[in-house]
């Protein structure tokens, strides 16, 4: 793996297996738990560094960010406004006073102790007001397994995919930050031979391991964005599952796909990793055959080697077992495609808008990316170390998403998002 600057390093220690070294520096929203409004910051090993303190002492100076006051704002959406020249000269900024051989911060003992925050001293929120939230289905692995499982080996892809990112519009309102428990749902299910379809808590709850972006410059109504030009929008990724109730979803979903299935929650990971900070991990996509129209062609690589892991923990669990283990280089549709498909009609996107991949799943069975394929539609349970197993989520367990890019001597990473499912709330 080529690496992003391996010898720069911070005066803030930092673990070697940290996701938040010198070379990552995500963009987020914290609250300090002693109190205080919420803010911009700065993840740096087990500390948030506070991006409004600095701002207020003058530090972002730099013609892009000059007077513009957007860290103490409680989201980052006027700060993706700006644009990626901003972007970049906020994160040189950042950089060079944290380094370990500049004193400007480091040997500055008041501005320390109130310009970093113990990352367990701290409340995170959703990084950004997200105004609209778009779900894609973008890996054909997933589709293909899927298909199999509903249509047959022979008609498992549907005649569109290999032409187009398929999409849904989600429910921004329900997108929460990690950490945040889930009630599961309920809704109308359809068993297989039955009369008619009944109301009762879902049965067949699973998670989606998926990864999304932030629009960050938006563009006009009636102007789409081209490919080529993505990287000018897209202000940074997380980590998503996009919880999804696979009973309802059967019996609702035709002719218009997903509804109450997948509104009730969507988590994301709390920080936002750059472009920047990714582009070392930068790899050439799967092949696309047939050529995909010219408004889907970009001359760059857009897929990144980026590690992805899920884990459950049951209640019975002292700590959690890894379930599958995937990477978003496996994405057959990248985001540079999402976003030109997404705008191609005229679409305006706005900053702080979500567009998330869709279940990423590799090659083979370990690497799927939920419990639907995982288990087989639940025919092949899995074993759990406490002797449970589980065809689908149960009340009580806990599942975590965490991902990385492993660089030479460090780890560009995303954190986690973890969600407790709860019981359906009496109706």
């Known amino acids: 793996m080529i690496s992003s600057e391996p010898l720069l390093r911070s005066f803030v220690e930092v673990r070697p297996e940290s996701h938040f070294p010198i070379q990552n520096l995500p963009f987020g929203i914290f609250t300090p738990k002693v109190g205080g409004r919420a803010r911009a910051g700065v993840a740096i090993g087990e500390m948030v560094l506070d991006l409004a303190v600095l701002e207020a002492q003058g530090f972002f100076d730099g013609p892009q960010l000059r007077s513009q006051h957007v860290f ?37 003992a008041e501005l320390c102790s109130q310009a970093l ?41 549907m005649p569109n995919w290999l032409h187009l990112p398929v999409a849904y519009h989600g429910r921004a309102s329900s997108v929460v930050t990690s950490g945040t428990a889930i009630h599961r749902p309920q809704g ?28 960050g410059l938006g563009n006009q109504l009636g102007a789409p964005i081209p490919a080529t030009e993505a990287a000018g929008h897209i202000f940074g990724l997380v980590l998503v ?34 472009l920047e900070a990714l582009a070392p991990f930068r790899v050439p996509g799967p092949a696309q055959e047939p050529e995909p129209l010219p408004y889907l062609r970009s001359r760059e690589e857009w897929a990144y080697d980026i590690h992805l892991e899920a884990l459950l923990q049951s209640e019975a669990m002292s700590e959690p077992v890894v379930i599958t283990r995937s990477n978003f280089r496996h994405l057959y549709w990248n985001m540079a495609q999402q976003l030109a498909h997404h705008t191609i009609t005229g679409c305006n996107l706005r900053p702080g808008d979500l567009l998330a991949s869709g279940t990423i799943s590799g090659p083979t069975p370990d690497s799927y990316g939920s419990l639907l394929e995982l288990t087989w539609r639940g025919e092949r349970p899995i074993q759990l170390p406490s002797g449970e197993t589980r065809k689908f989520l149960q009340d009580g367990d806990r599942l975590t998403l965490t991902g990385w890019g492993q660089g030479d001597g460090y780890r ?4 986690e998002v973890t969600g407790q499912i709860l019981p359906a709330r009496a109706v």
């Open 72 to 108: 103490s704002q409680p989201a980052l959406n006027a700060f993706m406004a700006l644009g990626r020249p901003a972007w970049q000269e906020a994160r040189a900024t950042i950089q060079q006073l944290l380094r370990a051989d500049n004193p400007t911060l480091r040997d500055n």
């Open 117 to 157: 925050w113990p990352t367990a001293g701290v409340t995170m929120s959703l990084p950004a007001d997200i105004g609209d939230y778009t779900d894609f289905y973008s890996s054909r692995e997933h589709a293909t397994n899927v298909g199999i499982m509903f249509r047959g080996r022979e008609n498992a892809l």
């Open 188 to 215: 109308q299910t359809m068993a297989e031979g039955a009369p008619a379809p009944l109301f009762a808590p879902s049965r067949s709850l699973d998670f989606e391991l998926e990864m999304g972006f932030f629009v």
């Open 241 to 274: 599952n996009d919880w999804s109730a696979r009973d309802i979803q059967r019996w609702e979903y035709q002719p218009l796909g997903p509804f109450l299935a997948k509104n009730f929650a969507t988590s994301i990971s709390p920080w936002v990793v750059t």
């Open 412 to 415: 560009i990473g995303f954190g």
